[in-house]
Protein backbone atom coordinates (compact mmCIF):
# COMPACT_ATOMS: atom_id res chain seq x y z
CA UNK A 1 0.00 0.00 0.00
CA UNK A 2 1.40 3.43 -0.70
CA UNK A 3 1.74 5.87 1.92
CA UNK A 4 1.09 9.45 0.32
CA UNK A 5 -1.78 10.73 1.88
CA UNK A 6 -4.46 11.30 -0.73
CA UNK A 7 -6.71 13.06 1.45
CA UNK A 8 -7.86 16.55 -0.67
CA UNK A 9 -7.26 19.46 1.20
CA UNK A 10 -10.75 20.58 2.38
CA UNK A 11 -12.01 17.25 2.74
CA UNK A 12 -12.94 16.16 5.98
CA UNK A 13 -10.67 14.98 8.70
CA UNK A 14 -11.34 12.03 10.00
CA UNK A 15 -9.30 12.16 13.05
CA UNK A 16 -11.27 14.99 14.77
CA UNK A 17 -14.32 12.35 15.17
CA UNK A 18 -13.27 9.87 18.16
CA UNK A 19 -11.87 6.70 16.31
CA UNK A 20 -13.82 3.83 17.72
CA UNK A 21 -11.43 1.42 19.21
CA UNK A 22 -11.77 -1.74 16.65
CA UNK A 23 -10.68 0.66 14.27
CA UNK A 24 -7.35 0.10 15.41
CA UNK A 25 -7.44 -3.72 15.84
CA UNK A 26 -4.27 -5.56 14.76
CA UNK A 27 -5.79 -8.77 15.90
CA UNK A 28 -8.42 -8.98 14.11
CA UNK A 29 -8.03 -10.37 10.57
CA UNK A 30 -9.27 -7.72 7.47
CA UNK A 31 -12.22 -8.93 5.66
CA UNK A 32 -14.63 -9.64 8.69
CA UNK A 33 -14.89 -6.03 9.83
CA UNK A 34 -13.05 -3.86 7.36
CA UNK A 35 -14.28 -5.32 3.68
CA UNK A 36 -11.42 -6.08 1.38
CA UNK A 37 -13.45 -4.77 -1.86
CA UNK A 38 -11.27 -5.93 -4.38
CA UNK A 39 -12.23 -6.54 -8.08
CA UNK A 40 -9.82 -9.52 -8.16
CA UNK A 41 -10.16 -12.79 -5.72
CA UNK A 42 -9.14 -15.69 -5.77
CA UNK A 43 -10.71 -18.27 -3.24
CA UNK A 44 -8.01 -21.27 -2.35
CA UNK A 45 -9.17 -24.41 -0.28
CA UNK A 46 -6.22 -26.63 0.54
CA UNK A 47 -4.80 -29.73 2.38
CA UNK A 48 -1.85 -29.80 4.71
CA UNK A 49 0.22 -33.13 4.30
CA UNK A 50 0.83 -33.22 8.34
CA UNK A 51 0.98 -31.26 11.09
CA UNK A 52 4.28 -29.76 10.90
CA UNK A 53 3.56 -29.11 7.04
CA UNK A 54 0.24 -26.71 8.20
CA UNK A 55 2.24 -25.27 10.85
CA UNK A 56 5.11 -24.01 8.38
CA UNK A 57 2.70 -23.10 6.16
CA UNK A 58 1.05 -21.19 8.56
CA UNK A 59 3.77 -19.31 9.80
CA UNK A 60 4.60 -17.91 5.75
CA UNK A 61 0.92 -16.84 6.29
CA UNK A 62 1.13 -14.96 9.11
CA UNK A 63 3.49 -12.77 7.49
CA UNK A 64 1.25 -11.37 4.48
CA UNK A 65 -2.19 -12.11 6.75
CA UNK A 66 -3.92 -8.58 6.60
CA UNK A 67 -5.18 -6.98 9.49
CA UNK A 68 -8.22 -4.67 10.66
CA UNK A 69 -6.73 -1.54 11.23
CA UNK A 70 -4.40 -1.78 7.68
CA UNK A 71 -7.24 -2.75 5.55
CA UNK A 72 -9.29 0.03 7.42
CA UNK A 73 -7.25 3.12 6.68
CA UNK A 74 -6.70 1.69 3.40
CA UNK A 75 -10.81 1.50 2.58
CA UNK A 76 -11.24 5.02 4.24
CA UNK A 77 -8.63 7.07 2.08
CA UNK A 78 -9.85 5.34 -0.52
CA UNK A 79 -13.42 6.49 -0.41
CA UNK A 80 -12.62 9.94 0.93
CA UNK A 81 -10.10 10.43 -1.98
CA UNK A 82 -12.97 8.71 -4.50
CA UNK A 83 -15.45 11.37 -3.12
CA UNK A 84 -13.35 14.62 -3.49
CA UNK A 85 -12.02 13.50 -7.21
CA UNK A 86 -15.05 11.23 -8.64
CA UNK A 87 -12.96 8.52 -9.53
CA UNK A 88 -11.25 5.49 -8.02
CA UNK A 89 -7.87 6.46 -6.75
CA UNK A 90 -4.99 5.02 -8.09
CA UNK A 91 -3.80 3.46 -4.61
CA UNK A 92 -3.43 -0.10 -4.58
CA UNK A 93 -3.13 -2.85 -1.67
CA UNK A 94 -3.21 -6.64 -1.78
CA UNK A 95 -4.94 -8.50 0.71
CA UNK A 96 -4.64 -11.83 2.48
CA UNK A 97 -6.80 -13.72 4.79
CA UNK A 98 -6.68 -17.33 6.35
CA UNK A 99 -9.06 -19.43 7.49
CA UNK A 100 -8.95 -23.32 8.96
CA UNK A 101 -11.61 -25.78 8.75
CA UNK A 102 -12.38 -27.72 11.92
CA UNK A 103 -9.96 -30.55 10.28
CA UNK A 104 -7.58 -28.51 9.80
CA UNK A 105 -7.53 -26.94 13.40
CA UNK A 106 -7.30 -30.96 14.08
CA UNK A 107 -4.21 -31.25 12.19
CA UNK A 108 -1.83 -28.35 13.16
CA UNK A 109 -3.00 -28.23 16.71
CA UNK A 110 -0.45 -29.61 19.52
CA UNK A 111 -3.20 -30.87 21.53
CA UNK A 112 -6.07 -32.29 19.06
CA UNK A 113 -8.27 -33.45 21.50
CA UNK A 114 -8.07 -29.91 23.40
CA UNK A 115 -9.18 -28.70 20.33
CA UNK A 116 -11.95 -31.29 20.09
CA UNK A 117 -13.41 -30.88 23.59
CA UNK A 118 -13.34 -26.65 23.07
CA UNK A 119 -15.19 -26.76 19.91
CA UNK A 120 -17.48 -29.46 21.03
CA UNK A 121 -20.30 -27.09 21.08
CA UNK A 122 -20.39 -25.44 17.77
CA UNK A 123 -21.97 -28.29 16.61
CA UNK A 124 -21.84 -27.12 12.59
CA UNK A 125 -18.31 -26.27 12.48
CA UNK A 126 -17.28 -29.55 13.44
CA UNK A 127 -19.62 -31.41 10.68
CA UNK A 128 -18.37 -29.22 8.28
CA UNK A 129 -20.65 -27.59 5.43
CA UNK A 130 -21.24 -30.98 4.15
CA UNK A 131 -22.40 -32.39 7.02
CA UNK A 132 -25.09 -29.74 7.29
CA UNK A 133 -25.83 -29.48 3.52
CA UNK A 134 -28.82 -31.80 3.83
CA UNK A 135 -30.41 -29.40 6.54
CA UNK A 136 -29.83 -26.88 4.73
CA UNK A 137 -32.09 -27.71 1.78
CA UNK A 138 -28.69 -28.45 -0.48
CA UNK A 139 -29.77 -31.70 -1.92
CA UNK A 140 -30.48 -32.73 -5.84
CA UNK A 141 -27.82 -31.44 -8.13
CA UNK A 142 -27.16 -28.83 -5.26
CA UNK A 143 -25.87 -31.80 -2.98
CA UNK A 144 -22.10 -32.20 -1.70
CA UNK A 145 -22.01 -35.27 -4.27
CA UNK A 146 -22.08 -32.52 -6.88
CA UNK A 147 -19.63 -29.85 -5.26
CA UNK A 148 -16.25 -29.13 -6.80
CA UNK A 149 -14.99 -28.90 -2.62
CA UNK A 150 -16.27 -29.16 0.62
CA UNK A 151 -15.49 -28.97 4.10
CA UNK A 152 -15.11 -32.94 4.68
CA UNK A 153 -15.59 -34.84 1.75
CA UNK A 154 -12.70 -33.29 0.08
CA UNK A 155 -10.08 -32.74 3.07
CA UNK A 156 -9.88 -29.31 2.83
CA UNK A 157 -7.41 -27.68 5.72
CA UNK A 158 -7.25 -24.09 5.07
CA UNK A 159 -9.41 -21.56 2.95
CA UNK A 160 -6.88 -18.69 1.99
CA UNK A 161 -8.86 -15.57 0.24
CA UNK A 162 -6.35 -13.10 -1.48
CA UNK A 163 -7.69 -10.04 -2.63
CA UNK A 164 -6.30 -7.50 -5.41
CA UNK A 165 -6.57 -4.79 -7.58
CA UNK A 166 -5.56 -6.06 -10.58
CA UNK A 167 -5.18 -9.24 -12.60
CA UNK A 168 -1.64 -9.21 -12.72
CA UNK A 169 -1.23 -7.95 -8.31
CA UNK A 170 -3.26 -11.08 -7.62
CA UNK A 171 -1.21 -13.61 -10.10
CA UNK A 172 2.26 -11.92 -8.32
CA UNK A 173 0.84 -12.98 -5.36
CA UNK A 174 -0.46 -16.31 -5.92
CA UNK A 175 2.65 -17.06 -7.44
CA UNK A 176 4.57 -16.44 -3.43
CA UNK A 177 1.74 -18.81 -2.36
CA UNK A 178 1.83 -21.65 -5.04
CA UNK A 179 5.87 -21.52 -3.72
CA UNK A 180 5.09 -21.82 -0.07
CA UNK A 181 2.37 -24.57 -0.79
CA UNK A 182 5.08 -26.53 -2.70
CA UNK A 183 7.67 -25.84 -0.07
CA UNK A 184 5.94 -26.93 2.75
CA UNK A 185 4.22 -29.64 0.72
CA UNK A 186 0.24 -28.06 1.09
CA UNK A 187 -2.08 -28.85 -1.94
CA UNK A 188 -4.66 -27.06 -3.59
CA UNK A 189 -7.96 -28.53 -3.57
CA UNK A 190 -9.73 -26.39 -5.87
CA UNK A 191 -9.61 -22.72 -6.44
CA UNK A 192 -12.26 -20.09 -7.59
CA UNK A 193 -11.70 -16.87 -8.85
CA UNK A 194 -13.42 -13.87 -7.88
CA UNK A 195 -14.37 -11.44 -10.40
CA UNK A 196 -16.33 -8.16 -10.36
CA UNK A 197 -18.66 -7.85 -13.40
CA UNK A 198 -17.68 -4.61 -16.00
CA UNK A 199 -19.43 -2.12 -17.28
CA UNK A 200 -22.97 -0.92 -16.24
CA UNK A 201 -22.64 -4.02 -14.19
CA UNK A 202 -20.07 -2.99 -12.02
CA UNK A 203 -21.35 -3.86 -8.32
CA UNK A 204 -24.49 -6.08 -9.28
CA UNK A 205 -24.69 -10.28 -9.35
CA UNK A 206 -25.34 -11.44 -12.05
CA UNK A 207 -29.52 -11.46 -12.25
CA UNK A 208 -28.15 -7.70 -12.81
CA UNK A 209 -29.35 -6.49 -9.11
CA UNK A 210 -26.70 -3.88 -6.92
CA UNK A 211 -25.52 -6.06 -4.34
CA UNK A 212 -23.57 -5.24 -1.40
CA UNK A 213 -25.39 -2.38 -0.50
CA UNK A 214 -26.66 -3.54 3.40
CA UNK A 215 -24.83 -4.57 6.01
CA UNK A 216 -25.07 -4.36 9.74
CA UNK A 217 -23.27 -1.59 10.99
CA UNK A 218 -20.77 -2.57 14.29
CA UNK A 219 -20.41 -0.82 17.28
CA UNK A 220 -16.76 0.11 18.16
CA UNK A 221 -15.86 0.06 14.58
CA UNK A 222 -18.54 2.59 12.86
CA UNK A 223 -19.05 6.05 13.97
CA UNK A 224 -22.53 6.27 14.82
CA UNK A 225 -22.01 10.12 13.70
CA UNK A 226 -21.05 9.39 10.42
CA UNK A 227 -23.59 9.62 7.61
CA UNK A 228 -22.69 6.45 5.59
CA UNK A 229 -26.00 4.69 5.33
CA UNK A 230 -24.70 1.77 3.45
CA UNK A 231 -22.43 0.64 6.11
CA UNK A 232 -24.64 2.11 9.35
CA UNK A 233 -27.15 -0.16 10.60
CA UNK A 234 -30.40 0.06 8.79
CA UNK A 235 -33.30 0.48 10.75
CA UNK A 236 -34.18 4.41 11.48
CA UNK A 237 -33.41 4.66 15.34
CA UNK A 238 -32.04 1.54 16.31
CA UNK A 239 -28.30 0.78 17.46
CA UNK A 240 -25.50 -0.50 15.65
CA UNK A 241 -25.14 -4.12 16.66
CA UNK A 242 -22.84 -5.56 19.08
CA UNK A 243 -19.31 -6.65 17.92
CA UNK A 244 -19.64 -10.02 19.59
CA UNK A 245 -22.12 -11.22 16.49
CA UNK A 246 -19.05 -11.18 14.39
CA UNK A 247 -15.91 -11.02 16.48
CA UNK A 248 -15.60 -13.59 19.46
CA UNK A 249 -14.47 -11.59 22.98
CA UNK A 250 -16.58 -9.00 22.68
CA UNK A 251 -20.19 -8.02 23.83
CA UNK A 252 -22.88 -9.46 21.67
CA UNK A 253 -26.37 -8.51 21.34
CA UNK A 254 -27.38 -11.50 24.27
CA UNK A 255 -25.59 -8.62 26.81
CA UNK A 256 -22.21 -11.11 26.77
CA UNK A 257 -19.52 -11.86 24.92
CA UNK A 258 -20.37 -15.26 22.78
CA UNK A 259 -19.09 -18.65 24.78
CA UNK A 260 -16.11 -19.48 23.61
CA UNK A 261 -12.31 -20.78 24.31
CA UNK A 262 -10.42 -17.82 24.72
CA UNK A 263 -8.23 -19.16 21.83
CA UNK A 264 -11.16 -18.16 19.38
CA UNK A 265 -10.94 -14.57 21.22
CA UNK A 266 -10.26 -11.80 17.91
CA UNK A 267 -11.91 -14.56 15.54
CA UNK A 268 -14.78 -15.27 13.55
CA UNK A 269 -16.81 -18.32 11.62
CA UNK A 270 -16.19 -18.05 7.94
CA UNK A 271 -18.76 -19.41 5.59
CA UNK A 272 -17.96 -19.56 1.88
CA UNK A 273 -20.72 -21.02 -0.57
CA UNK A 274 -19.81 -21.49 -4.38
CA UNK A 275 -23.36 -20.66 -5.45
CA UNK A 276 -24.06 -21.46 -9.16
CA UNK A 277 -26.28 -18.79 -11.10
CA UNK A 278 -28.69 -19.90 -13.73
CA UNK A 279 -29.13 -16.36 -15.35
CA UNK A 280 -31.09 -17.38 -19.01
CA UNK A 281 -33.16 -19.87 -16.64
CA UNK A 282 -34.00 -16.57 -13.69
CA UNK A 283 -35.08 -14.10 -16.80
CA UNK A 284 -37.29 -16.57 -18.88
CA UNK A 285 -39.04 -17.38 -15.55
CA UNK A 286 -39.58 -14.15 -14.54
CA UNK A 287 -40.78 -13.07 -17.52
CA UNK A 288 -43.00 -15.60 -17.50
CA UNK A 289 -44.36 -15.52 -13.80
CA UNK A 290 -45.12 -11.61 -14.25
CA UNK A 291 -47.16 -12.46 -17.69
CA UNK A 292 -49.70 -14.35 -14.82
CA UNK A 293 -50.40 -11.47 -12.81
CA UNK A 294 -54.05 -10.26 -13.04
CA UNK A 295 -55.79 -8.12 -14.27
CA UNK A 296 -53.44 -6.80 -16.11
CA UNK A 297 -49.87 -8.52 -15.91
CA UNK A 298 -46.85 -6.71 -14.81
CA UNK A 299 -43.38 -5.90 -16.43
CA UNK A 300 -40.49 -8.68 -15.82
CA UNK A 301 -38.52 -5.78 -14.08
CA UNK A 302 -41.38 -4.94 -11.61
CA UNK A 303 -41.86 -8.88 -10.61
CA UNK A 304 -37.70 -9.30 -10.48
CA UNK A 305 -37.46 -6.26 -8.35
CA UNK A 306 -40.19 -7.82 -5.98
CA UNK A 307 -38.21 -11.05 -5.71
CA UNK A 308 -35.61 -9.73 -4.99
CA UNK A 309 -36.96 -6.13 -2.68
CA UNK A 310 -34.87 -3.20 -4.68
CA UNK A 311 -34.53 -2.71 -8.28
CA UNK A 312 -31.69 -3.73 -10.15
CA UNK A 313 -29.76 -0.51 -9.46
CA UNK A 314 -30.19 -1.38 -5.66
CA UNK A 315 -33.54 1.43 -5.52
CA UNK A 316 -35.39 -0.68 -2.39
CA UNK A 317 -39.38 -0.72 -3.17
CA UNK A 318 -40.07 0.07 0.30
CA UNK A 319 -40.42 4.05 1.26
CA UNK A 320 -37.63 5.32 3.05
CA UNK A 321 -38.16 7.30 6.50
CA UNK A 322 -35.12 9.69 6.78
CA UNK A 323 -34.82 12.27 4.25
CA UNK A 324 -31.12 12.71 4.31
CA UNK A 325 -30.05 9.38 4.18
CA UNK A 326 -33.50 8.48 2.37
CA UNK A 327 -32.13 9.17 -0.94
CA UNK A 328 -30.34 7.43 -3.95
CA UNK A 329 -30.68 3.58 -5.62
CA UNK A 330 -28.47 2.60 -2.13
CA UNK A 331 -30.93 3.78 0.29
CA UNK A 332 -31.26 1.75 3.43
CA UNK A 333 -32.94 3.44 5.78
CA UNK A 334 -36.33 1.85 5.51
CA UNK A 335 -38.38 -1.23 7.43
CA UNK A 336 -41.42 -3.06 6.68
CA UNK A 337 -43.30 -2.39 9.41
CA UNK A 338 -46.21 -0.04 7.32
CA UNK A 339 -46.29 -3.06 4.93
CA UNK A 340 -47.72 -5.70 6.73
CA UNK A 341 -48.94 -7.33 4.07
CA UNK A 342 -46.37 -7.24 1.54
CA UNK A 343 -48.35 -4.55 -1.05
CA UNK A 344 -44.87 -3.03 -1.91
CA UNK A 345 -42.01 -5.48 -0.57
CA UNK A 346 -43.48 -8.65 -1.04
CA UNK A 347 -43.16 -11.13 1.75
CA UNK A 348 -41.27 -13.37 -0.46
CA UNK A 349 -38.87 -10.65 -1.27
CA UNK A 350 -34.93 -11.81 -0.54
CA UNK A 351 -33.84 -8.97 1.41
CA UNK A 352 -37.30 -9.06 3.61
CA UNK A 353 -36.46 -12.73 4.07
CA UNK A 354 -33.04 -12.18 4.79
CA UNK A 355 -33.29 -9.10 7.21
CA UNK A 356 -36.57 -8.70 8.31
CA UNK A 357 -36.11 -5.59 9.63
CA UNK A 358 -38.77 -4.09 12.29
CA UNK A 359 -39.12 -7.97 12.90
CA UNK A 360 -37.99 -8.21 16.84
CA UNK A 361 -35.08 -10.84 17.09
CA UNK A 362 -33.79 -9.67 13.46
CA UNK A 363 -30.55 -8.43 14.82
CA UNK A 364 -29.04 -11.50 16.81
CA UNK A 365 -29.18 -12.95 13.04
CA UNK A 366 -27.38 -11.36 11.17
CA UNK A 367 -24.61 -11.68 9.19
CA UNK A 368 -21.50 -9.80 7.70
CA UNK A 369 -21.31 -10.61 3.71
CA UNK A 370 -18.24 -9.97 1.75
CA UNK A 371 -19.52 -12.04 -1.44
CA UNK A 372 -18.07 -11.43 -5.27
CA UNK A 373 -19.22 -12.87 -8.50
CA UNK A 374 -17.51 -15.59 -10.53
CA UNK A 375 -17.56 -16.36 -14.37
CA UNK A 376 -18.64 -14.35 -17.22
CA UNK A 377 -21.22 -11.78 -17.33
CA UNK A 378 -24.55 -13.26 -19.00
CA UNK A 379 -23.96 -11.99 -22.48
CA UNK A 380 -27.29 -13.92 -24.53
CA UNK A 381 -24.48 -16.34 -26.51
CA UNK A 382 -23.16 -17.99 -23.12
CA UNK A 383 -26.07 -19.24 -21.11
CA UNK A 384 -24.00 -22.66 -19.79
CA UNK A 385 -20.89 -20.49 -18.58
CA UNK A 386 -20.33 -21.67 -15.15
CA UNK A 387 -21.07 -17.96 -13.75
CA UNK A 388 -22.67 -17.13 -9.80
CA UNK A 389 -21.69 -15.80 -6.90
CA UNK A 390 -18.54 -17.02 -4.27
CA UNK A 391 -21.01 -16.15 -1.21
CA UNK A 392 -18.75 -15.43 1.92
CA UNK A 393 -20.34 -14.16 5.23
CA UNK A 394 -18.74 -13.95 9.09
CA UNK A 395 -20.45 -14.38 12.34
CA UNK A 396 -19.64 -15.93 15.83
CA UNK A 397 -22.43 -18.70 15.28
CA UNK A 398 -23.30 -20.65 12.22
CA UNK A 399 -26.34 -22.07 13.89
CA UNK A 400 -27.71 -18.49 15.29
CA UNK A 401 -26.79 -16.59 11.69
CA UNK A 402 -25.87 -17.38 8.88
CA UNK A 403 -27.95 -20.87 8.88
CA UNK A 404 -31.06 -19.33 10.46
CA UNK A 405 -31.27 -17.06 8.05
CA UNK A 406 -31.04 -19.96 5.25
CA UNK A 407 -32.94 -22.33 6.95
CA UNK A 408 -35.70 -21.07 9.30
CA UNK A 409 -35.79 -17.57 6.96
CA UNK A 410 -35.15 -18.30 3.22
CA UNK A 411 -36.21 -21.95 2.71
CA UNK A 412 -39.46 -21.80 5.13
CA UNK A 413 -42.84 -21.28 3.70
CA UNK A 414 -43.87 -21.06 7.25
CA UNK A 415 -42.09 -17.34 7.92
CA UNK A 416 -44.58 -14.94 7.83
CA UNK A 417 -42.00 -11.60 8.30
CA UNK A 418 -45.47 -9.64 7.43
CA UNK A 419 -49.58 -9.98 8.48
CA UNK A 420 -51.22 -11.04 5.56
CA UNK A 421 -51.41 -14.62 6.16
CA UNK A 422 -50.72 -15.26 2.50
CA UNK A 423 -48.84 -17.77 1.55
CA UNK A 424 -45.36 -16.20 0.87
CA UNK A 425 -43.48 -19.63 -0.28
CA UNK A 426 -39.52 -19.03 0.28
CA UNK A 427 -36.87 -16.90 -0.65
CA UNK A 428 -37.08 -17.53 -4.71
CA UNK A 429 -33.45 -15.96 -4.87
CA UNK A 430 -31.61 -18.74 -2.38
CA UNK A 431 -34.76 -20.74 -1.06
CA UNK A 432 -35.44 -24.35 -1.53
CA UNK A 433 -37.55 -26.79 0.20
CA UNK A 434 -35.40 -29.79 1.84
CA UNK A 435 -36.72 -33.15 0.44
CA UNK A 436 -39.48 -34.31 2.74
CA UNK A 437 -40.05 -30.93 3.70
CA UNK A 438 -43.96 -28.97 3.37
CA UNK A 439 -45.47 -26.60 2.46
CA UNK A 440 -45.78 -24.59 -0.76
CA UNK A 441 -42.94 -22.91 -2.59
CA UNK A 442 -45.06 -20.65 -4.51
CA UNK A 443 -45.73 -17.44 -3.03
CA UNK A 444 -49.13 -15.49 -3.61
CA UNK A 445 -48.07 -11.56 -4.07
CA UNK A 446 -50.77 -8.83 -3.96
CA UNK A 447 -49.30 -5.00 -4.95
CA UNK A 448 -50.98 -2.04 -3.71
CA UNK A 449 -52.24 -1.30 -7.22
CA UNK A 450 -54.37 -4.34 -7.14
CA UNK A 451 -52.03 -6.78 -9.29
CA UNK A 452 -51.77 -10.14 -7.98
CA UNK A 453 -50.56 -13.39 -8.82
CA UNK A 454 -49.07 -16.75 -7.68
CA UNK A 455 -45.27 -17.07 -8.54
CA UNK A 456 -44.64 -20.70 -9.17
CA UNK A 457 -40.10 -21.07 -10.05
CA UNK A 458 -37.53 -23.41 -9.79
CA UNK A 459 -34.79 -22.95 -7.71
CA UNK A 460 -32.19 -21.00 -10.35
CA UNK A 461 -29.17 -20.63 -7.35
CA UNK A 462 -27.19 -23.58 -7.18
CA UNK A 463 -24.51 -24.39 -4.12
CA UNK A 464 -21.64 -25.90 -5.89
CA UNK A 465 -19.29 -26.15 -3.11
CA UNK A 466 -19.03 -24.72 0.87
CA UNK A 467 -16.86 -24.60 3.26
CA UNK A 468 -16.87 -23.55 7.23
CA UNK A 469 -13.99 -22.06 8.58
CA UNK A 470 -12.35 -20.43 11.63
CA UNK A 471 -10.98 -17.15 10.80
CA UNK A 472 -8.24 -16.86 13.80
CA UNK A 473 -6.77 -13.36 15.33
CA UNK A 474 -3.59 -13.30 14.76
CA UNK A 475 -1.96 -14.09 18.53
CA UNK A 476 -3.81 -17.89 17.77
CA UNK A 477 -2.47 -17.94 14.18
CA UNK A 478 1.26 -16.97 15.87
CA UNK A 479 0.59 -19.79 18.75
CA UNK A 480 -0.34 -22.69 16.41
C1 LIG B 1 -29.03 -8.75 0.06
C2 LIG B 1 -28.49 -11.19 -4.10
C3 LIG B 1 -27.31 -15.18 -1.60
C4 LIG B 1 -28.36 -12.88 2.52
C5 LIG B 1 -28.97 -9.06 -1.28
C6 LIG B 1 -29.21 -8.13 -2.37
C7 LIG B 1 -29.05 -8.82 -3.53
C8 LIG B 1 -28.72 -10.18 -3.19
C9 LIG B 1 -29.21 -8.28 -4.95
C10 LIG B 1 -29.60 -6.66 -2.22
C11 LIG B 1 -28.42 -5.75 -2.10
C12 LIG B 1 -27.89 -5.55 -0.72
O1 LIG B 1 -28.61 -5.13 0.20
O2 LIG B 1 -26.70 -5.81 -0.53
C13 LIG B 1 -28.11 -12.48 -3.77
C14 LIG B 1 -27.83 -13.53 -4.75
C15 LIG B 1 -27.48 -14.63 -4.04
C16 LIG B 1 -27.57 -14.30 -2.62
C17 LIG B 1 -27.94 -13.37 -6.26
C18 LIG B 1 -27.08 -16.00 -4.52
C19 LIG B 1 -26.60 -16.25 -5.72
C20 LIG B 1 -27.56 -14.92 -0.27
C21 LIG B 1 -27.46 -15.90 0.80
C22 LIG B 1 -27.78 -15.26 1.95
C23 LIG B 1 -28.06 -13.87 1.62
C24 LIG B 1 -27.05 -17.37 0.64
C25 LIG B 1 -27.85 -15.80 3.37
C26 LIG B 1 -28.31 -16.98 3.67
C27 LIG B 1 -28.57 -11.56 2.20
C28 LIG B 1 -28.76 -10.53 3.20
C29 LIG B 1 -28.96 -9.34 2.49
C30 LIG B 1 -28.89 -9.67 1.07
C31 LIG B 1 -28.72 -10.69 4.71
C32 LIG B 1 -29.20 -7.95 3.08
C33 LIG B 1 -30.68 -7.72 3.30
C34 LIG B 1 -30.93 -6.38 3.97
O3 LIG B 1 -30.30 -6.11 4.98
O4 LIG B 1 -31.76 -5.65 3.47
N1 LIG B 1 -28.67 -10.31 -1.81
N2 LIG B 1 -27.95 -12.99 -2.51
N3 LIG B 1 -27.93 -13.71 0.27
N4 LIG B 1 -28.65 -11.02 0.95
FE1 LIG B 1 -28.36 -12.02 -0.79
Not at 22 to 50: C, H, T, W
Not at 418 to 437: F, L
Amino acid sequence: MTTTSLRPTGAPEIEQLPEPPLRRSREIQGNILAAFNKDYMAFRYVRFPDGAGGRGWLSVMLNTVSVTATVEDFNEEFSLSRRAYGQDPSITATWVGVSLTFQGLLQVAREPEKVKQDLAPFGSFVKGADGRAADLGDDGTSAPDHWHFGSDRSGVHAVLIVAADTEEALTEKLRNIAAADSSHGVTLVHQDDGRTLTGDLRGHEHFGYKDGISQPGVKDFHREDRENPGFRDNRPGSTLVEPGEFVFGYKSESGEPPEAPKWLDNGSLQVVRRLRQDVPGWNEAVKREAAKFRPHGISADLLGACLVGRKKDGTPLAQGENPVVGVGPERNDFTYENDGQGKQTPCAAHIRRTTPRHFEPTQQHRIMRRGIPYGPAYTGSNPEADRGLMFVCYGTSLERQFEFVQRAWSNNPGFLPGTSGAPNGIDKVTGTIRQGGSGSPDAHIVLSDGEEGTVSMDRFVQTTGAVYAFTPSISTLRRL
